[in-house]
């Protein structure tokens, strides 16, 4: 067994693999860059080391710095996590031509699967039945006009070297088929610095279904069943379960059978997942499941098969890498119960899902009887410079209904300040009438995300609670201590004017201001001031940019009206579009930005004043 490993990568994921190393005794290093010398993993981790500055491009994107880290600090093995330099065979031979153990699979293995055209191809001679539709070498525009007609509309282009979403087109007629496969290599060159795509029909009412699998280097494959990963929000997963709801115990032995048989087909070692779309339009049928792709790696969602299987996935890898079999048989292995679980991000929904970064000066998630996994603490900092995720939290119950009740749960007792989070959303996503009844399909965010994102708002009650502990230090209220009857006063919640109603005597300890949380989301509540009322306080209607980044499109004009949720301007950050909105309506008093010009964090761009009335 290895003694010392070193993780190759930061947040929740670092600090999973840190715990798992931990318990079975081995000397865990981690990397950081400048953005992180406080963070968890940092602090968790029995040595650390500092491999460059923030960007991950320029620290835990090279490669060099990683192995040199390892050397200097004597650790035997490297764990990749995900992402970063997960899925980068020349990196997992560098690590082995240092002498080193490389915690995943074989190098051929990650290339075999690294396009997605390549991947398609060695499966389908494996006997795994893949998507249907085009994926040769001819990338001739009228050539491959003439071949999404054949596969019939909707058709989805797909770049080969794509992922996390990016470089896919989903065509609906031959019309637009030209535009749309232009728009899709162009971002493909520009991603992946390869503009070759494939096409494939278009799966309607399309499930996302993915199989854990584990090899070792004995020869042996074995599979941990499978997971549901349908909930998506622009083909990014937000909530995933396991098992998938509505699979037979046939259905599930065809599919998991013909994911050992891709493990198999690329001499696998390790931790894998083998990702399939189901047509569901007829609830899911072993002939109507096909496979998409293989991540070559641990995956994000893993913990839902830890919680049904009781198998620690990392404690595996580790062992693998070692040399050693996998632990358990196939016949060893069985479901038990159900398991889910939500993304928590720093973003927010009211305002395009932008990233939201800064001090989490609140960070409460508490387990109950569940699982996080989280990267960060109350007083860290969420950066912008990495993946927003700042959380899983993980939900394990006897039955689908109870773990989806203890998740929503967990997530309506978090309170997280001042940096907004996806909390809400995803109490609302599991709220769904489809998600409760197990039904959802990877657009169903697409069509009913609207409902989802609505922005929540505190109870009277909770606002009554929050007031009357404030109640002797509000300038505005002049209550007497004494009054016993009910009354409204006006207070600030986020800056905006609201009354609340209060009755008999306010607390002994007065606060200028309060947070309430209340369902997963947290207000501030402060005394109501005259001046920072109607025309809009200064800060009040102040757009800042939430990043750094690049304004690349300017909507309005100094002077021109507005309505509450007009787009503004569009910012590009973190490889993002995001877009500013009017906060409330009212009109464009400054505007300080331009297309094309650089801004940085918090700089205001733009102000919107209320309107007197
Ligand atoms: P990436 O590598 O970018 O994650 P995938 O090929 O895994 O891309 O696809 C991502 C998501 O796109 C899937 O989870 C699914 O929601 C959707 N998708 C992929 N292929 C199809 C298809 N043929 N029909 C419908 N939806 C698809």
Same mark, same amino acid.
């Given at each position: 067994?290895?003694?010392?490993?070193?993780?190759?990568?930061?947040?929740?994921?670092?600090?999973?693999?840190?715990?798992?190393?931990?318990?079975?005794?081995?000397?865990?290093?981690?990397?950081?860059?400048?953005?992180?010398?406080?963070?968890?993993?940092?602090?968790?981790?029995?040595?650390?080391?500092?491999?460059?500055?923030?960007?991950?491009?320029?620290?835990?994107?090279?490669?060099?710095?990683?192995?040199?880290?390892?050397?200097?600090?004597?650790?035997?093995?490297?764990?990749?996590?995900?992402?970063?330099?997960?899925?980068?065979?020349?990196?997992?031979?560098?690590?082995?031509?240092?002498?080193?153990?490389?915690?995943?699979?074989k190098p051929s293995s990650i290339t075999a699967m690294g396009l997605k055209d390549a991947a398609k191809k060695l499966m389908a001679d494996a006997g795994v039945p893949v998507t249907p539709g085009y994926m040769g070498e001819n990338q001739d525009p009228a050539f491959l006009a003439e071949q999404a007609a054949e596969i019939g509309y909707p058709v989805l282009i797909k770049a080969v070297a794509g992922g996390g979403g990016k470089g896919m087109r989903k065509v609906d007629a031959a019309a637009d088929f030209a535009d749309m496969l232009a728009s899709c290599q162009r971002e493909a060159a520009a991603s992946f610095s390869n503009d070759h795509v494939l096409i494939e029909k278009y799966i309607l009412t399309p499930r996302h279904i993915e199989v854990q699998v584990f090899g070792d280097t004995h020869g042996n494959v074995v599979h941990l069943f499978e997971r549901d990963c349908s909930l998506q929000r622009r083909h990014q997963k937000v909530i995933e379960e396991a098992p998938a709801p509505g699979m037979d115990e046939a259905t599930r032995a065809e599919l998991c059978a013909a994911a050992v048989r891709a493990a198999q087909a690329v001499d696998y070692v390790g931790a894998g997942t083998i990702e399939f779309i189901a047509d569901a339009s007829e609830g899911l049928r072993a002939d109507r499941i096909w496979f998409m792709e293989m991540n070559t790696?641990?995956?994000?969602?893993?913990?839902?098969?830890?919680?049904?299987?009781?198998?620690? $996935?990392?404690?595996?890898?580790?062992?693998?890498?070692?040399? +050693? #079999?996998? *632990?358990?048989? /196939?016949?060893?292995?069985?479901?038990?119960?159900?398991a889910m679980e939500a993304r928590l991000y720093a973003e927010d929904p009211a305002k395009g899902f932008l990233p939201s970064i800064g001090t989490l000066e609140l960070f409460q998630l508490p387990e109950h009887s569940g699982r996080v996994d989280t990267g960060v603490y109350e007083g860290a900092e969420v950066s912008p410079f990495y993946d927003p995720m700042i959380a899983k939290v993980i939900a394990w119950g006897e039955d689908r209904e109870e773990a989806r009740e203890l998740?929503?749960?967990?997530?309506?007792?978090?309170?997280?300040?001042?940096?907004?989070?996806?909390?809400?959303?995803?109490?609302?996503?599991?709220?769904?009438?489809?998600?409760?009844?197990?039904?959802?399909?990877?657009? $169903?965010?697409?069509?009913?995300?609207?409902?989802?994102?609505? +922005? #929540?708002? *505190?109870?009277? /009650?909770?606002?009554?609670?929050?007031?009357?502990?404030?109640?002797p230090r509000s300038p505005q209220a002049g209550f007497r201590l004494n009054a016993p009857d009910v009354r409204t006063a006006p207070f600030l919640l986020n800056g905006e004017r609201v009354e609340v109603e209060l009755h008999g005597p306010g607390a002994e300890e007065p606060a200028p201001a309060m947070l309430v949380a209340e369902g997963g989301s947290v207000w501030q509540l402060a005394p109501w001031r005259a001046d920072a009322s109607a025309g809009g306080a200064a800060g009040d209607g102040a757009i800042l940019s939430?990043?750094?980044?690049?304004?690349?499109?300017?909507?309005?004009?100094?002077?021109?009206?507005?309505?509450?949720?007009?787009?503004?301007?569009?910012l590009e950050a973190m490889k993002m579009e995001h877009s500013l909105t009017a906060p409330f309506d009212g009109v464009v008093a400054e505007l300080n930005a331009s297309a094309g010009a650089q801004v940085q964090v918090e700089a205001l761009l733009a102000r919107i004043e209320k309107e007197e009335t």
């Open positions: 067994m290895i003694n010392s490993l070193l993780i190759a990568n930061r947040g929740e994921i670092a600090c999973r693999i840190i715990r798992t190393a931990r318990e079975m005794g081995i000397r865990t290093v981690a990397v950081y860059s400048d953005a992180d010398a406080k963070a968890l993993h940092v602090r968790e981790a029995d040595e650390a080391v500092h491999i460059g500055t923030s960007p991950a491009r320029e620290s835990y994107l090279i490669g060099e710095k990683i192995i040199a880290a390892a050397k200097e600090t004597g650790a035997e093995a490297i764990h990749p996590g995900y992402g970063f330099l997960s899925e980068n065979a020349e990196f997992a031979q560098a690590v082995a031509d240092a002498g080193l153990v490389w915690v995943g699979p790696r641990l995956q994000v969602e893993h913990p839902v098969t830890e919680e049904i299987t009781g198998v620690d $996935l990392v404690e595996w890898q580790l062992r693998v890498a070692s040399g +050693e #079999p996998i *632990p358990l048989k /196939q016949d060893e292995l069985a479901i038990n119960g159900w998740l929503s749960e967990m997530l309506e007792d978090s309170a997280i300040w001042p940096v907004r989070t996806n909390s809400a959303f995803l109490i609302n996503a599991l709220d769904h009438p489809d998600f409760v009844a197990g039904t959802v399909d990877t657009g $169903l965010i697409g069509r009913d995300g609207d409902a989802m994102t609505e +922005e #929540p708002a *505190p109870t009277a /009650q909770a606002l009554t609670n929050a007031a009357m502990a404030m109640v939430p990043m750094p980044g690049k304004v690349i499109a300017v909507d309005v004009a100094a002077g021109d009206k507005v309505t509450k949720g007009q787009k503004l301007l569009t």
